[in-house]
């Protein structure tokens, strides 16, 4: 039956890529394979594009180069399949020819049925492990992000403590500065008034060296009257002696 069918579907599938531009609402007319009216009938229908070549149909306007998922993902768009270069892909089948699957099922043996459904199970299997491993991912990173972020509030609180210590230590330095600066007048004055006594001092001193030296002066001259006195006095005692022993014994 396959056999019969693919002649009646080429034709259609060219018409459809010289003009992709249709809508998924412009949906072929349904035709019925199983007569052989319909047979002799098809490439009537389809004439004119299969008249047209294979290059012309790929040089068309409207055919633009497919993007694969990724890129389709990073312009915001809907990561969707490229269609088949023969019009004979799952696309196809389902969105132009939703009657076939139904046909084709109703086909299929019990163990041929088995094994696509052992392929979907798999097909399955693959795309939940994919999901799970992006879960997992997300959550990992999310966790390291937390990570992170709880670093950063430690250190941003270690960073205020240290500010906080830092401004403690300056306001000691300060209240030192401005108790050494009050100690430093205190001495500055002190010093200043030590100096105005130290040369007090030193003119006192000086005015007790010259009164010194005015009475030693005094002594040298009292001591020298002190001896002329002395030796004035020795000669008029021996005069004196002299005269009175005379006065008492003048024969002598």
Do not use: C, F, W
């Not at 949906?27 to 008249?51: I, L, Q, R």
């Not at 939703?98 to 392929?119: G, K, S, V, W, Y």
């Not at 992170?148 to 000691?172: C, G, P």
């Amino acid at each position: 039956m396959s056999e019969t069918t693919q002649p009646a579907n080429q034709p259609q599938e060219i018409a459809e890529k010289v003009a992709p531009a249709q809508t998924s609402e412009q949906v072929p007319p349904k035709v019925d394979t199983s007569s052989s009216a319909t047979k002799n009938a098809e490439p009537t229908t389809a004439a004119e594009p299969v008249a047209q070549s294979p290059a012309s149909i790929q040089n068309t306007p409207t055919e633009a180069k497919p993007q694969n998922a990724a890129d389709r993902a990073v312009n915001g768009e809907q990561a969707e399949t490229a269609p088949s270069p023969t019009g004979r892909g799952a696309d196809r089948v389902s969105n132009d020819h939703p009657e076939r699957l139904q046909n084709a099922d109703a086909q299929l043996q019990n163990e041929d049925r088995r094994t696509i459904l052992m392929n979907e199970g798999k097909d399955a299997k693959q795309i939940a492990k994919i999901l799970e491993s992006e879960a997992k991912n997300d959550a990992s990173a999310l966790k390291n992000a937390l990570k992170d972020a709880e670093k950063a509030h430690k250190m941003s609180a270690k960073a205020d403590k240290s500010i906080t210590q830092a401004n403690s230590r300056l306001e000691k330095a300060i209240k030192n500065h401005h108790d050494i600066a009050k100690k430093l007048e205190r001495l500055k004055s002190d010093h200043e008034a030590a100096e105005r006594q130290r040369e007090q001092m030193h003119k006192e001193l000086e005015l007790k060296k010259q009164h010194k030296a005015e009475i030693d002066a005094l002594v040298d001259e009292r001591m020298e009257r002190v001896e002329k006195l002395k030796n004035g006095k020795a000669i008029l005692d021996r005069e004196r002696t002299v005269q009175r022993r005379s006065t008492i014994n003048p024969k002598k």
